[in-house]
């Protein structure tokens, strides 16, 4: 654990120079026209991209900022440090907790640290208005509480609470993730008590995301993409459907690979630096 918490602080000292990217001061200046009234509420983006996007958490964690740094949009460098050492603390966290289930202490920190200095790891904790990492981090860490014997329901809520409304990408990343989990529970245990409290969170917490986002799916506000034609929408779901195949066939090969062939972790290790740093080159 002290290793995770000293690779999250070097992390956040080295992302605390060179201020903050062009990218994530548009989006602080969109958080700031947001009332803190309407938080909760699909929120506009400017033109000309005439579309919504739904993410509460993220719009008050920018708003934060504005209010410490007294409305101006030039963040101070211990308030970017401090945002990338959290974020890459809660998903060292995530990945240390989650690894450790099948793999020893020792061998899970190493894991942990390496996925924490990949460049997607890397990105998420210097870019100031990047969360993706830290969505991550919360679902590794409400994976790890669901498969507790004695799971701690309100931190496995609020785990819940903070995925689905950090990010529209999030909430459906994390189902996608948690779902085979509860189906892996129900067939090994049963319909238990367990298993009963899981979809009742799940439920509660997707119920009041589909509430707060009732606006855009009842379509009362349309987007861009909402007016066109189904001929229109295909290239749209073609390049969606395409990236989700892509995903699954490289994951799905590896896993029954993995399944199959003995010294599993060390291969596994193989590939995901290849997968890595290969592109990067």
Same mark, same amino acid.
């Given at each position: 654990?002290?290793?995770? *918490? ?9 992302? #605390? ?40 958490? #993220? ?5 934060? /900022? ?9 963040? #101070? ?10 974020? *890459? ?19 899970? /920190? ?14 998420? *904790? ?97 987007? #861009? ?5 189904? /001929? ?16 699954? /066939? ?24 290849? *997968? ?6």
């Amino acid at each position: 654990m002290m290793i995770i *918490a000293l690779v999250a602080f070097g992390i956040g000292v080295v992302c #605390s120079f060179g201020g903050v990217d062009d990218v994530s001061t548009w989006v602080l200046d969109f958080a700031d026209g947001v009332p803190w009234s309407a938080v909760h509420q699909p929120a506009p983006l400017p033109p000309p991209m005439q579309d919504y996007v739904f993410r509460p958490l #993220s719009i008050v964690l920018m708003k934060s /900022t504005l209010y410490l740094g007294e409305g101006s949009l030039q963040v #101070s460098e211990w308030l970017i440090g401090l945002k990338a050492s959290v974020f *890459a603390l809660v998903f060292g966290l995530g990945c240390l907790l989650w690894a450790a289930q099948w793999v020893s202490v020792s061998v899970a /920190t190493g894991i942990a640290v390496f996925c924490m200095l990949c460049e997607p790891a890397l990105f998420s *904790a210097y870019n100031y208005s990047e969360f993706d990492g830290f969505a991550s981090g919360l679902m590794l860490l409400s994976s790890w509480e669901l498969s507790r014997s004695n799971t701690r329901w309100w931190l496995f809520g609020l785990l819940a609470f903070c995925i689905v409304f950090l990010k529209e990408s999030a909430c459906f990343i994390w189902l996608c993730f948690l779902l085979p989990q509860l189906w892996s529970l129900w067939l090994s245990e049963g319909w238990t008590r367990r298993l009963q409290w899981s979809f009742g969170m799940v439920t509660i917490v997707l119920s009041l995301w589909l509430w707060g986002s009732s606006d855009i799916i009842g379509g009362k506000l349309q987007s #861009s993409d909402g007016g066109l034609s189904l /001929t229109e929408r295909l290239p749209v779901l073609g390049f969606t459907t395409w990236q989700f195949v892509a995903l699954w /066939t490289e994951m799905g090969l590896v896993m029954i690979l993995l399944s199959r062939l003995p010294w599993r972790i060390w291969l596994f290790l193989v590939w995901l630096g290849c *997968a890595v740093w290969f592109p990067m080159i």
